[in-house]
């Protein structure tokens, strides 16, 4: 059964149509479904078989979906555009060396991340034999709980705090700090001491410290974080690397990009 | 001036054709054009500026690309797509402690690559103060001239190495290997020493080592190097370090993944 792609005789319509149920095929692509069957596109993505088996087709072509055998996953071009975005580029440059620094320092995982919407998204992540955190390069996590979001929210304007805070703070632990009162009082001390605490409020178990990096009118544009077992990291003995690190990366992220109107 | 979006009254070839064109939008982005206006990008699509705007305007609030102020740049969407895929995250989760400690060991630039065509892709790159090195994590460079290419390129089927040499070997440098006769007998020495070397072949003062990392069939499925001047790094004295690491990435990898048929 073929169902037709759109209103006939309104070309416009139909062409915006024709993309949004291509990029509805990438969005049935997630962590937990990283490799899919054809009817399982069709499902998720809400679509007749024969529309994804066209569309996916062509996406095959392109590299932007790969096959193997009977089940497709996201291809390399995807992840080839994905690392041109200059902006990205230009912080994990920035961040690295300092990152590795950090690493050799503490041999505990250390992350890049900036917010986007409500969460923070990794824009990197380096860590050895001993890391057992459960983030990776790519992913994402709700900001509020986490030490890389607590110290952009920090230094963000109150209208980007106020929008998160109205969204409703989702508790990920029974640590995780919900209570608007609570969490502005959180981020006043963030502000105070320059450096973020996470202390178990975003995965049991887990402590991390975060600074964060700033542009040069003062606005955060990402930051910088070591996390560990809480056994094991003491984030307040990290604090003062961690704010050195952040402040050696903005000044070199400043240097990178030549004009205001750049970034 | 309006220019029709494919033949009238065909539906599937038009709705093929549309998205044919929001994908030509993606490829008119590359290292060099990061940055974007709408004129830029229907000149390099070679597409009439009206489908541009409205093809641009769609992507724009799916998250594939962003704006800002004229100019449009890929977006985070494809950023977090582009790390879904399952086979290259089990490879740079499989690779990224034992890169740390050849990192450690070196304070030289560490890579991660893949063979796509006849080039190298960049899965990975891991580096600190000193690194000069002109890649990059999502970059891509001729495979015939690289450690890492060599490396893959000596482990795989004779079938691939023919293709690779039948589309020429351009060179890159003076030093570069591009007679086929030396480079089959490079390849020999590769699979004999576990090992490839590039001594300025593909970036003039820049020495690389990599060794393979096979599958439970022994087919090379990514490689691991390490690169830096050719004045300060001994890649000879490297060698066995890569050659551990590959191994140790290999064995990481095989038990990562539980079944033949998974990867």
Not at 8 to 37: C, M, P, W, Y
Not at 46 to 54: A, I, K, M, N, Y
Not at 138 to 152: F, M, Q
């Amino acid at each position: 059964v073929r169902t037709p792609d759109g209103p006939a005789g309104d070309q416009k319509q139909d062409a915006k149509s024709v993309l949004s149920r291509a990029l509805r095929i990438f969005d049935t692509f997630d962590d937990n479904h990283s490799e899919l069957r054809l009817s399982d596109i069709a499902r998720r993505a809400e679509l007749p078989l024969s529309t994804v088996h066209r569309l996916v087709g062509e996406l095959v072509a392109w590299g932007g979906l790969e096959r193997t055998r009977d089940h497709y996953r996201v291809g390399l071009r995807i992840f080839e555009l994905g690392t041109i975005a200059p902006s990205w580029e230009q912080r994990r440059n920035a961040a690295l060396p300092y990152m590795q620094d950090l690493y050799e320092a503490t041999h505990e995982s250390v992350h890049l991340g900036v917010l986007d919407g409500p969460d923070i998204v990794y824009l990197l992540k380096i860590s050895g034999h001993q890391s057992r955190v459960p983030t990776r390069t790519g992913g994402r996590r709700p900001a509020h709980c986490t030490s890389l979001g607590k110290a952009i929210l920090a230094f963000s304007s109150r209208a980007v705090q106020d929008d998160l805070v109205e969204k409703g703070l989702e508790a990920q632990t029974e640590r995780s700090i919900i209570r608007p009162s609570a969490f502005y009082e959180d981020l006043a001390l963030v502000r105070e001491r320059g450096v973020a605490y996470d202390n178990q409020e975003s995965v049991p178990g887990l402590a991390c410290v975060a600074a964060p990096i700033l542009d040069r009118d003062a606005l955060p544009v990402a930051a910088v974080s070591v996390s560990g077992p809480h056994v094991r990291v003491n984030t307040q003995a990290l604090a003062p690397a961690l704010r050195a690190a952040a402040l050696a990366i903005s000044r070199n992220l400043a240097n990178a990009s030549p004009t205001r109107t750049a970034r």
